[in-house]
Each structure stands twice: as structure tokens, then as C-alpha cells.
């Protein structure tokens, strides 16, 4: 498999892969847990070089954009993939609704402050994107106001990124059947329940409006410096391959070196004894 195979294969483009197939990768469950295996002791070598490299002074950061319909699996990717590292050097930011406060603010305000910091891998469940699909389906701007936002979410990212932070941007792909299925899973199953909320029936109600929205998304934001990829979320453990290749793939290109000692190790290895 190429360096950027994984990216290549699942780039945001006019068609999406079916939310149930496997467009590039492992296509069994069991196959694909020993992958996973192996992209998690990969990505957490690269993950320590990257957070030393940041203790050293580096400037250098990832940012993991997660965006999908609810009971995609952005929590559930969330942890079986930055679980697979040192917590230290990850940082999550979950985006609700807009608190009273952050309202009183420009809608990019409150994500300007969850930005990851030099050699933090940074995850967004959720992101400012948020700020686009829910004014338009629900009507609560002006057309040509969230229309704007394109724009200005692009010269964001492209400001992110010339900082040194590498964003990669990931819509988790769900049928409206695999949906159903979790929806009902987690009002029958205990544990689930506070998972679940009555709002997830009213966007649901509203799938189409949503998947259009999200292909103008996409469509008008997939940038060099941003772009967008399309993982197939059914299966979950699919999901969670794709998604730690993505940051992987990302993370070797990036080539994070671990800093060279300012003392001179023999020296220091006499002084132990």
C-alpha cells in the first residue's frame, strides 16, 4: 500500500463510496482489528515524535475534523483511534450547541480556542462546520449569511494551516438503515440510552436536506490545504481502520523527528555508574 493510498482512495470527490463498503483496505472484521493493531503501533510512534518534537520548540500540530450524521461514530472513532495513543498528547474539543456566550461572539471564536498546540494531535467531534449545516437546514440565518461562511471557514483553515497545523477532515459516511438500527439499539439497551435524544428523530427527518447540505460542504470546502475524505461508517471497525490510516498516512508524510539531546550521552551513561 502507497504512502498516500488511503487519502487517495478516500478524497472527497462528486461520487461517495456506499456507506457499507470498503473502498480501499481490509473487507472482514477480523482482518481488519489486526490492521488496526498495526496502524495504532505506527501511529503511536509517530504521535511521540510529534509531541517531542513540539516539547523541543517545534510548530508543528495535526488537527482531526470529525463531521457525520448522529450515530455516525464520531465519538466512537474518537476512542478506539486517539485511544490507540498517548492521551497526553491529544486534544479533544466536542462542539454543541452555541452556549449564550459564545453567541455574543463570532461564530469561529470558540474553535479559534480548542485549536490544538505544537505537537498535539487535536480532534474536533463536531467543528465549526456545524455553523453552515444547522443555520441552513433550520433557517436560523439568512441564506446569504451561512452561504458566506464557506469562505471564511476556507481563509480559516488555510490561516490553521500555514501555522503548522495539518488538518485532515473526515465525514463519516452512515446509511439512514444503519442509522435506524443504532437509534434503536440505543433506546433498547441501558447503557445506551443517554446516548440517545429526541432531536437526533428530527434531523433525521430532515435526511435528505442534510446529505445535500453536506455534499455543498464538502464540494466548496475540500481544499489543499483542508481537504475533505469520505469513510464508509456501517461497519464500524471499517470505520475505525480508515480513519487511524488517514492519520497515519498524514503523520509519516509529516516525518516528526524526535530532537537530538544538547548533552553528549556517553558522557552522561559514565556518570551513571
Do not use: C
Not at 192 to 201: E, I, M, N, T, V
Amino acid at each position: 500500500m502507497g504512502k498516500r493510498a488511503v487519502r487517495d482512495a478516500l478524497k472527497a470527490g462528486d461520487t461517495w463510496p456506499d456507506p457499507g463498503s470498503s473502498p480501499i483496505g481490509p473487507e472482514q472484521k477480523a482482518k481488519a482489528r489486526k490492521k488496526l493493531t498495526a496502524a495504532g503501533e505506527r501511529l503511536d510512534e509517530l504521535q511521540e515524535a510529534l509531541y517531542a518534537e513540539g516539547a523541543d520548540g517545534g510548530g508543528r500540530s495535526v488537527l482531526l475534523v470529525l463531521q457525520g450524521m448522529d450515530t455516525s461514530g464520531k465519538g466512537g472513532t474518537v476512542g478506539h483511534v486517539l485511544g490507540l495513543v498517548n492521551p497526553m498528547g491529544v486534544r479533544y474539543a466536542g462542539f454543541k450547541k452555541p452556549t449564550q456566550a459564545e453567541r455574543r461572539h463570532h461564530y469561529l471564536w470558540r474553535v479559534r480556542k480548542r485549536l490544538p498546540e505544537p505537537g498535539q494531535i487535536g480532534v474536533f467531534d463536531r467543528s465549526h462546520y456545524e455553523d453552515i449545516l444547522v443555520p441552513r437546514i433550520e433557517k436560523l440565518v439568512p441564506a446569504t449569511e451561512w452561504r458566506r461562511r464557506y469562505a471564511e471557514i476556507n481563509a480559516f483553515e488555510r490561516e490553521v494551516a500555514e501555522s503548522g497545523t495539518t488538518i485532515v477532515k473526515v465525514f463519516l459516511h452512515i446509511s439512514p438503515e444503519e442509522q435506524l438500527r443504532r437509534l434503536r439499539a440505543r433506546l433498547t439497551t441501558p447503557s445506551k440510552r443517554w446516548k440517545y435524544s429526541s432531536a437526533d428523530l428530527d434531523a433525521r427527518s430532515k435526511w435528505d436536506d442534510y446529505q445535500r447540505a453536506y455534499r455543498d460542504v464538502l464540494r466548496r470546502t475540500s481544499t489543499g490545504h483542508a481537504p475533505w475524505y469520505v469513510v464508509p461508517a456501517d461497519r464500524k471497525w471499517y470505520r475505525n481502520w480508515a480513519v487511524a490510516k488517514l492519520l497515519t498516512e498524514t503523520l509519516a508524510e509529516m516525518a516528526p523527528r524526535f530532537p537530538q539531546p544538547e548533552f553528549d550521552v556517553d558522557t552522561e551513561l559514565a556518570k551513571l555508574g
